[in-house]
């Protein structure tokens, strides 16, 4: 490995050191969109941050491109300090036999309110159902817990707590 070529894959047996493929699905990340973070690149770990204007393309194009065809779990994170929330969408694949392993956090942050309620304050982030139906239930519980509304979603409505 050059020293000057940061990019460059050490081939080693040290699990610790992320493979050529995850490098590779993150440098095509990186090239067709010039405005994301790739955060980190661990073995078998790809963590993505964009902004939310971005997220459905960004969405689309792993889907797409990298063959990440579902989502197989959907976090919300409250940073009141920040007052900010952050969705982190947990990306994997089921018909990529070179995939299966590996998991591709997408994550975008939007403001939050100091006082939210789900769907009376700006705490909006585009929905992912049309890219991964299987966030529908996902986005429905950080919308009742965290007061994130989705747009696009067709069902941002309670779906664990009563209306009270």
Do not use: W
Request: net charge negative; hydrophobic share 30%.
């Amino acid at each position: 490995m050059s020293s000057t070529d940061s990019t460059e894959i050490a081939k080693t047996d040290d699990s610790s050191v992320a493979s050529d493929l995850d490098k590779s699905l993150s440098d095509s990340i990186s090239k067709k969109f010039s405005n994301v973070e790739i955060a980190y690149v661990k073995p078998d770990r790809i963590r993505v941050n964009v902004k939310k204007e971005d997220i459905i393309d960004v969405a689309s194009f792993i889907r797409d491109e990298l063959n990440f065809d579902h989502a197989e779990s959907v976090s919300g994170v409250d940073y009141p300090e920040d007052k900010q929330i952050e969705v982190v969408y947990h990306l994997g694949s089921y018909t990529d036999a070179s995939l299966d392993k590996k998991i591709l956090a997408l994550a975008t942050r939007t403001p939050r309110e100091d006082d939210p309620h789900p769907g009376n304050d700006n705490t909006v982030l585009p929905s992912l159902r049309d890219v991964f139906p299987s966030v529908s239930f996902h986005e429905r519980e950080c919308f009742e817990m965290l007061g994130v509304y989705f747009d696009g979603h067709p069902d941002n409505r309670r779906l664990l707590l009563p209306e009270d």
